[in-house]
């Protein structure tokens, strides 16, 4: 497993994974998620937009940032993945990935990234 530290190819694969993730439920329409980018920022997003059996699914399921520093910052997991465990596979170090939505003190117990 190469170790990944230009921020470019972070960002890559970042993309490719939300690309992957906005397809996993082919039940919903093409319209259903929405992928929101912003490149220059670093940002991530990935949004529900539909109704289902009457009800409506409307919100940001996940959010992922990657930093000038490289740091890859999950700061929301509504998924059913394991969205570490599926970076560290594409090659980027545990301590580079830091869970935002986790106290300070439990990403440390962890073993993951600081912030």
Request: aromatic share 8%; hydrophobic share 40%.
């Amino acid at each position: 497993m190469a170790v990944l530290t230009d921020v470019k190819h972070k960002k890559q694969i970042i993309r490719q994974l939300i690309d992957r993730l906005a397809k996993v439920d082919a039940t919903e329409s093409a319209d259903a998620t929405i992928k929101v980018a912003d490149e220059p920022g670093g940002h991530y997003l990935l949004f529900n937009n539909t109704w289902k059996d009457g009800r409506r699914y409307y919100g940001c399921f996940l959010h992922i940032d990657v930093n000038p520093d490289g740091k890859i910052w999950i700061q929301h997991d509504g998924t059913d993945q394991n969205l570490a465990e599926l970076l560290m596979e594409a090659g980027i170090l545990k301590e580079e990935i830091v869970l935002g939505f986790q106290p300070p003190g439990v990403r440390e117990v962890l073993g993951f990234g600081g912030g």
